[in-house]
Every structure is written in structure tokens, then in C-alpha cells.
């Protein structure tokens, strides 16, 4: 499974059910606690949790074929996980799903752009949670727009 370009798709479905697992768990336990809903930021944030795991892993190059394959999966994840796991808040999973596939698309793509110009090596360790922090940084812009 090292070089399967899938591989991005398989750790976000990991990251986002790690994620709803502990959402729902959260909500059952501390059921007036203020969680945080599954909004553009938190999508962006757990792509971006998914493609540096996939970067520190094992570095591979992202060709056009596999990121089309990557953002329709990325959709069914964001689609169906939360719905399915009832942390959507309402949400219905035809949005959830259009909205994670446009996140994860363009989240793999500028990242990898951004890891393709930085090819650092073993000399910068941090850089490519650097990049997913930058890249997280400037997309605060999405904040409310779901």
C-alpha cells in the first residue's frame, strides 16, 4: 500500500471516522457541550490532517487520474461518515458530499504543489506540517459559508 495513490483517500476515511467517532462520543457523554460543527474550516482541517499523514508516510507524486479518484472518494467520506455517524447537524449528505469533494480536491492539489516546491528532504522535518498549517491558516476565509 505505499505506492497506491488511494492511500490520501484511506487516511481521511481513518481521520474523519476517528474524528466522528469522537464528535459522537462527546455528544453522548457531555450532551450540552458545545462541539464544533462540520463546517468548510473543519473539513479543510481534516484534509489537511489526512494529506500530511500521507506526506510524512511516504512522499509520492499526485498525478491528474489519482486526484480525480482522490476528491470523489474524499466526497463519499465527508458524505457519508458523518451522516452516517450523526454528527452532520442537519446537513443533508448530497451537501456534505459536494462540499467535502471540493475540499479535498483543491486541499490535495494545493498541497501538493506546495510539497513539490518545497522539496526540502530530511533537512526541514517540520515543513510539511508547516505547509498544511499555512494552507489551513488561509483557508479561515470558508468560515460560515456552509
Given at each position: 500500500?505505499?505506492?497506491?495513490?488511494?492511500?490520501?483517500?484511506?487516511?481521511?476515511?481513518?481521520?474523519?471516522?476517528?474524528?466522528?467517532?469522537?464528535?459522537?462520543?462527546?455528544?453522548?457523554?457531555?450532551p450540552m457541550?458545545?462541539?464544533?460543527?462540520?463546517?468548510?474550516?473543519?473539513?479543510?482541517?481534516?484534509?489537511?490532517?489526512?494529506?500530511?499523514?500521507?506526506?510524512?508516510?511516504?512522499?509520492?507524486?499526485?498525478?491528474?487520474?489519482?486526484?480525480?479518484?482522490?476528491t470523489v472518494?474524499?466526497?463519499?467520506?465527508?458524505?457519508?461518515?458523518?451522516?452516517?455517524?450523526?454528527?452532520?447537524?442537519?446537513?443533508?449528505?448530497?451537501?456534505?458530499?459536494l462540499a467535502?469533494?471540493?475540499?479535498?480536491?483543491?486541499?490535495?492539489?494545493?498541497?501538493?504543489?506546495?510539497?513539490?516546491?518545497?522539496?526540502?528532504?530530511?533537512?526541514?522535518?517540520?515543513?510539511?506540517?508547516?505547509?498544511?498549517?499555512?494552507?489551513?491558516?488561509?483557508?479561515?476565509?470558508?468560515?460560515?459559508?456552509?
Open positions: 500500500m505505499k505506492q497506491n495513490p488511494l492511500k490520501r483517500a484511506a487516511l481521511l476515511a481513518a481521520v474523519v471516522g476517528l474524528t466522528c467517532l469522537g464528535l459522537g462520543l462527546a455528544g453522548a457523554l457531555a457541550a458545545v462541539l464544533p460543527k462540520l463546517d468548510l474550516p473543519l473539513m479543510l482541517g481534516l484534509s489537511l490532517i489526512a494529506l500530511t499523514l500521507d506526506a510524512y508516510w511516504n512522499r509520492t507524486e499526485l498525478s491528474w487520474p489519482a486526484l480525480a479518484a482522490n472518494l474524499g466526497g463519499a467520506v465527508f458524505a457519508l461518515l458523518p451522516w452516517c455517524a450523526g454528527v452532520a447537524g442537519g446537513v443533508p449528505a448530497l451537501t456534505l458530499g467535502g469533494a471540493a475540499v479535498f480536491g483543491v486541499s490535495a492539489l494545493l498541497y501538493a504543489a506546495a510539497m513539490e516546491r518545497i522539496a526540502t528532504g530530511p533537512k526541514a522535518p517540520l515543513a510539511p506540517a508547516g505547509a498544511a498549517l499555512m494552507l489551513y491558516l488561509a483557508g479561515q476565509c470558508l468560515g460560515g459559508l456552509l
